[in-house]
C-alpha cells in the first residue's frame, strides 16, 4: 500500500516515457534509494514532490527523484562540483529518460483512482 499524491499522474505504459507518477519509487527504493533511504522497503526517501508550475514553468504537478533534481539537499553536500558529478552520475544510475520500468500497478477491483478519490490508498 502506497499513500500517492491526489494530483500525481496516471502510471504510463511500460516503456513509455517517465510522466513523474512516482509509483515506482513509493512502492520500493532502488538500490541507490537504499542507500540513501537506508531501507530496502517502503518509499523512497529521495523521492520528492513537485507542485504544478513549480520552477517557473507551467509543468502539472509530478514526483521527481531529489538525487537527480537536487542531490545537495538530499546528502548534505553543498560543493557545486560534487553536486554537479553527483547528478550526473545518479541519472545514468537510474536511467532517467529511458523509459518506465516499473511493473503495472494492480488496483483492487471497486477501487477509486487516487485522481479520482484523493484520500485512496493504493
Same mark, same amino acid.
Given at each position: 500500500?502506497?499513500h500517492? @499524491?491526489s494530483?500525481?499522474?496516471?502510471?504510463?505504459d511500460?516503456?513509455?516515457?517517465? /510522466? =513523474?507518477?512516482?509509483?515506482c519509487?513509493?512502492a520500493e527504493?532502488?538500490p541507490?534509494?537504499?542507500l540513501?533511504?537506508r531501507r530496502r522497503?517502503?518509499p523512497?526517501?529521495?523521492?520528492?514532490? %513537485?507542485?504544478?508550475?513549480?520552477? =517557473? #514553468?507551467?509543468?502539472?504537478?509530478?514526483?521527481v527523484?531529489?538525487?537527480?533534481? #537536487?542531490?545537495?539537499e538530499?546528502?548534505?553536500? $553543498?560543493?557545486?562540483?560534487?553536486?554537479?558529478?553527483?547528478?550526473?552520475?545518479v541519472? $545514468?544510475w537510474?536511467a532517467a529518460?529511458?523509459?518506465? #520500468?516499473?511493473?503495472?500497478? %494492480?488496483v483492487?477491483?471497486?477501487?477509486? @483512482?487516487?485522481?479520482? #478519490?484523493?484520500? /485512496?490508498l493504493l
Amino acid at each position: 500500500m502506497v499513500h500517492l @499524491h491526489s494530483s500525481a499522474p496516471p502510471q504510463p505504459d511500460q516503456g513509455a516515457p517517465c /510522466n =513523474g507518477c512516482g509509483l515506482c519509487c513509493l512502492a520500493e527504493p532502488c538500490p541507490l534509494g537504499m542507500l540513501v533511504s537506508r531501507r530496502r522497503h517502503g518509499p523512497c526517501a529521495a523521492l520528492r514532490w %513537485r507542485e504544478e508550475g513549480a520552477g =517557473g #514553468d507551467a509543468a502539472p504537478g509530478r514526483y521527481v527523484c531529489g538525487m537527480v533534481a #537536487d542531490p545537495g539537499e538530499v546528502t548534505g553536500w $553543498r560543493s557545486a562540483w560534487a553536486v554537479r558529478l553527483m547528478r550526473a552520475l545518479v541519472r $545514468r544510475w537510474i536511467a532517467a529518460g529511458i523509459g518506465c #520500468d516499473a511493473p503495472p500497478l %494492480r488496483v483492487p477491483e471497486g477501487a477509486v @483512482h487516487p485522481q479520482k #478519490d484523493p484520500g /485512496n490508498l493504493l
